[in-house]
Structures are given as structure tokens and as C-alpha cells.
């Protein structure tokens, strides 16, 4: 059995990898902050190994483990103030860390969990040029490690944050609020549910060559769909007819990209991956996840 370093655990991604690598029967070793809500993984904490990072070296968490695998899905989006050099630090050195002890304790495979967005996308753009620059780092050690660099476009699903676009709507329509601004909302993401982002995970450990070097793929479904047709999606899918979506209220970001869709006809074929929820099935299923946790979730 192989034993997986994971982190990001606490995370919206994480969390449902780490469910998805126990049910495939790895051994996993889960890297958390002691201040993560935990409420996401309760249910497998007797099952898994916790680590928390700011209180528990790396090199020691490497002389007590023989790990295999590195899947790394811990990021800051900088959304809760933070300072640039806090976003460099989680998203640039301490993946860089674990990456080098990684490579001197022969660490057979380093995964990483990368963005869409553009440094020049103002929202975000502290974490997507640290994405870009630890990218650029993977690069540089591929003679002495097997790197996979995951672009994972508008992921989605079930105890997302809810400060992200489907649960906001999501939550404000189940609110019975009487209106919701947007964009006008033509601009077009490939929303990709969060059980398949996993299941490409899974497929890149079990399937790939395991020769050093550096391989980057998308993961999306290869299909664009506007903003505006999710938000309505949404409101027929939780039956909240009388909210008002109100397109055009609010301005577009500067410099948005207005059709965004993944390039699937690359390694991940290699692989023999794809999609398998469509955007209804996977609203349908977040939704109605919501509505049972109405309340629960912040």
C-alpha cells in the first residue's frame, strides 16, 4: 500500500480527496492548520494521520513516514486580507519545502493542484502569480521527480466556501432573497463537479508512467457555459421562482477573460479520463445538498 502525503486536507478539494484516496485504499498522511475548520472531515479523522503544519516540521513529518506520493491542494487565495508575502509563503514556499525534502527522501511523485485564472485577473491575482511561479518552480526539478501540474478549471460541488460564486447563489436563492446583482453574466467557465476532479486524481496515480519529468493537463469537461445559464439553472433546479436575477447590475472584473474552456485533448486521453457529471446533474446534486444542510453551513 502506498502512503500519500496530502495537503489542504481541511479544504473543499481536500477533504473529498482525501475521503476519495481512503475508499481506494491508500495510506494517507493529511497536513492541516490547527486553527482548519474540521467539520469537513470528522468522519474519516480515525482513519487517516493528521499533521498540523504550523506546529509539526516538515522534515519530521519525512523521518516518521515513508512517504510515496505528494498530492498538494493547500492554497491562499488571499481573500481574508492577507499580506502578499503570506500568500508567497503558502503557495510558494511551503510547497517548495515539501517538495525538496520530497526529492532527497525519493518521493516518487509530486502532484499539483493549479488555477485557470491569470495573474493579470485582479480578483485574484497575488494567488494566481504565486500558482504561476511555483509552476514555474515544478519545472525546474523534473529530472529528479515525476511532477503532474493540475489546471483545474471551475470546480464545483457540495460544503464548497461559500464565498465562491454557485454556493453564493445557491444559499441567497434558499435565503429567499427578493433579488440577486450580477454581471451580466456572458462570460463562459467550464464548471467541472468536484467528484470528477478527484477521480482525476486517482487516474493520474494509478496510470502514470512514474518516469521523471514534468506533465501538465487540464481538468475540465471541455465544455463553456455562461455564468448567467448556471444562475438559472440554479433557480429552477431549487424552485425559487420568485427571486430576481438581476443581470447587468454589476460591472465585469477588469480584465476578465469571457470564454474560458479546458483543453482535454492532451495527456488526460493518455490516460483514459473523463468527466462523468453534467452541469445539471452536478447542480442538481449540490443543490439538493444544500437544501438538507440549510443552516449548518455559513
Known sequence: METILLTGAGGFLGSRLLRSLSENNYNVIALKRSSSDDKRIKDVSGKVKFYDIDRAAIEEIYKENKIDIIIHTA??????????????????????????????NSVRLFINSDTFTKPEYGRLKYYSLTKKHFNEWLQIFKDKITVYNLIIHQMYGEDDNSDKFIPFVIKSMLNNVKSIDFTKGEQKRDFIYVDD?????????????????????????????????????????????DVLLNFGALPYTQN???????????????????YKTSINEGLTKTVNWYKKHFGETK
Open 256 to 274: 476578465e477573460e469571457m470564454n474560458i474552456t479546458a483543453k482535454t485533448d492532451d495527456i488526460l486521453k493518455k490516460l483514459k479520463w473523463k
Open 75 to 104: 492554497t491562499c487565495y488571499g481573500r481574508n486580507n492577507e499580506t502578499p508575502h503570506e500568500v508567497v509563503n503558502s503557495n510558494i514556499v511551503f510547497p517548495l519545502k515539501l517538495l525538496e525534502y520530497g526529492i532527497q
Open 197 to 241: 476532479v478527484c477521480d482525476a486524481f486517482i487516474t493520474v496515480i494509478e496510470k502514470n508512467d512514474n518516469k521523471y519529468g514534468y506533465n501538465q493537463f487540464e481538468i475540465g469537461t471541455g465544455l463553456s457555459t455562461s455564468i448567467k445559464d448556471v444562475a438559472l439553472l440554479i433557480k429552477k433546479i431549487s424552485m425559487q421562482e
